[in-house]
């Protein structure tokens, strides 16, 4: 497929003997929403960090427009504009939201190297940390320790972390779990609303959420990709259904 | 702005400028200098200890490498004592730079024993390079020249080295609370995130090594200077492990509580050589471990953390409260990040 901006080619993870992800091919087109489905266990997450650098593949390669990025170093991953987003929720519990997006805005910048300076200078961000936080819902509480937030009110923090990177390629692992139908809907539009300029590659149990999202679904089986297209063909793809979506859609 | 940063604890601050002050006239003034080199060291070893989740167990190179290029310099040069101890802190500082280089990328236990196996070599080498160093017999007839004043009077050369240490404990508080030390903390406290956030993690903890041993440099040469010779242990194992000992106790990622350490147990052993005790070791481990067992956050962070909780309110920065748990306060090795479901 031309004009993918994230390509993976033959990529398998190995941990112990164990394929957890088994010769994955995956092209994301420029621009577009991605769906990545499949069971518990079928591979979703650590396909994520072999794309974010987090986990070395035991083979293949990952290409990011002109660049190589198998093997790099999840930083560099993140500088050269993929940013992610954790299943399990990954924050700093002392630190409050606010605190968190300036340090986020303030990662490509070089101020995080003066020692000699007074932390308030990291202020210089917060104007845009509030706009972020605004965006997700979260200006309210941008104050109390991120230990302390509601699961819900974490999981866009996660969000509004990935966003303040401004990145091209927008990696979400599960950004609905656990979430109340309200907080679901909110998360959609927001995805809608970031989509523009940039892909985004999420992980997605909610069909729903898919549907109304994704340009195109990838599933994932036992770490394979076990079908490849469009929403509306996926849905109907006899394999998937067993494999997946019809225990899904009794889940949801 | 200085003064109103100042002004935001100014208690502690004033009673410790105070007692930094008045302490070599409380005691012995030896004994004194010995307790401000300490407290330094102990604050430096902090910084990556409690605030980078770096536990070093190989600090003496740098507190002994201070020292013994210090007193190098003041005795083959003649400069002013001031010259010789930032000589010996510059040393520290080009020293970490490989060390820091070779294993800042280790975690947990695997840090510590290569910090510790590093600082062996540089022992090592201290001893057979007998005729620079003086080998077991350190380096003697250490000068404290100050151009021309008399400094012979550990009374005096309290008061004159105080700057310095003063210094040294702005930096490192400064450090703490700068963007780079929001870092630090950042990756303290949760190693993943920091990279997924772009930071190059090890680049820093680099950094905090460098800048760590820098300011246990300065510490070193001047107890160097202050007892007129570089002794051997200084670069021993020991001597690492009695620093640790002393943020441990006080509590680790308060910075005061290094100090306190310090006090302690620089006391304590001066006192058990003045009654010509036998085994200090013993006495100060048992000690040790008592507290450590009955004040888990070590005597400063409990007292903190008791005011704490009395009082129901959130401290002052984020990072001034010690890690929960483990030196290593990377919670997820970079394998397996992200948890299997
Ligand atoms: N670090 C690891 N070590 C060993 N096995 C792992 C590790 N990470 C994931 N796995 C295994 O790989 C498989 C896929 O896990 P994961 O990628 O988390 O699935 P998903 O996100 O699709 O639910 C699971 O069987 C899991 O137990
Ligand atoms: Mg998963």
Redesign the interface.
């Known amino acids: 497929m031309d004009g993918a901006v994230l390509r993976a080619q033959g990529l398998a993870k190995e941990?112990r003997g164990f394929r957890?992800v088994d010769g994955v091919d995956l092209a994301v087109a420029e621009g577009s929403v991605h769906a990545l489905v499949g069971p518990?266990?079928a591979g979703k997450?650590?396909l994520?960090?072999l794309l974010?650098g987090?986990?070395k593949p035991s083979a293949g390669s990952i290409r990011l427009g002109e660049h190589d990025l198998t093997g790099r170093?999840?930083?560099?991953v993140?500088?050269l504009g993929v940013?992610?987003s954790?299943?399990?929720t990954?924050?700093?519990?002392?630190?409050?939201p606010r605190?968190h997006v300036e340090?986020?805005l303030?990662?490509?910048t070089g101020?995080?190297?003066?020692?000699?300076?007074?932390?308030r200078?990291?202020d210089r961000h917060a104007a845009r940390a509030m706009e972020l936080l605004d965006q997700v819902g979260l200006a309210a509480h941008a104050a109390i320790?991120a230990g302390t937030l509601a699961y819900g009110h974490k999981r866009a923090l996660e969000l509004a972390?990935a966003l303040a990177?401004d990145p091209r390629v927008l990696l979400l692992?599960e950004p609905t779990a656990g979430m109340g139908v309200e907080d679901v809907e909110r998360t959609v539009e927001l995805v809608r609303k970031v989509r523009a300029g940039r892909t985004v590659v999420m992980v997605e149990h909610n069909m729903t959420v898919v549907a109304s999202l994704a340009d195109r679904v990838t599933v994932l089986q036992s770490g394979r990709v076990l079908a490849e297209g469009p929403y509306a063909e996926i849905r109907h793809d006899p394999r998937v259904i067993s494999a997946y979506l019809g225990d899904a859609d009794a889940v949801h | 702005m200085i003064l109103s940063r100042l002004a935001a604890r100014p208690i502690l601050l004033v009673a410790g400028l105070f007692l930094a002050l008045v302490l070599p006239w409380m005691i012995y003034p030896p004994v004194a200098m010995d307790i401000a080199c300490w407290a330094l060291f102990a604050c430096a070893l902090d910084l990556l200890l409690g605030f980078t989740g770096l536990l070093s167990f190989g600090h003496a190179a740098f507190w002994g490498g201070g020292a013994y290029v210090a007193g190098l310099v003041a005795v083959h040069s003649g400069l002013p004592f001031p010259v010789a101890v930032l000589a010996g802190a510059a040393f520290a500082a080009v020293l970490a730079v490989p060390i820091g280089y070779l294993s800042v990328r280790l975690r947990g236990i695997y840090f510590a024993m290569v910090t510790l196996a590093f600082a062996q070599m540089v022992y090592f080498l201290v001893n057979q390079w007998r005729d620079l160093t003086g080998g077991e017999n350190g380096l003697q007839g250490v000068p404290r020249e100050l151009f021309g004043l008399d400094l012979s009077d550990s009374f005096v050369y309290y008061y004159v080295a105080l700057p310095l240490v003063l210094a040294g404990f702005v930096a490192v508080w400064r450090i703490v609370r700068s963007p780079f030390g929001r870092v630090l903390m950042s990756i303290r406290d949760n190693t993943a995130r920091a990279q997924a956030l772009g930071y190059p993690v090890d680049r820093y903890k680099l950094l905090a090594f460098v800048l760590s041993a820098c300011l246990s440099g300065l510490a070193g040469g001047l107890f160097a200077i202050g007892h007129g010779f570089a002794s051997l242990e200084s670069v021993y194992w020991t001597t690492s492990g009695q620093a640790v000992m002393m943020v441990v106790l006080g509590g680790i990622g308060t910075l005061w509580g290094g100090v306190l350490g310090a006090a302690l147990v620089v006391e304590l052993n001066d006192y058990l050589v003045t009654a010509g005790f036998e085994g200090i070791g013993i006495v100060t481990g048992t000690i040790f471990v008592l507290i450590v067992l009955v004040f888990r956050r070590g005597i400063w962070g409990t007292a903190r953390h008791l005011l704490e909780t009395r009082s129901g309110g959130r401290g002052a920065s984020p990072g001034d409260r010690p890690p929960g748990g483990a030196p290593d306060g990377s919670p997820a090795p970079t394998e397996g990040v992200g948890s299997p479901v």
């Open positions: 941990f957890a518990n266990g997450t650590t994520f960090n974010t987090f986990l170093r999840p930083e560099h993140a500088r940013a992610r954790f299943q399990i990954s924050l700093f519990p002392q630190m409050t605190e340090l986020a303030a990662s490509p101020l995080t190297w003066r020692f000699w300076r007074s932390h200078t990291l320790p972390l990177l692992d």
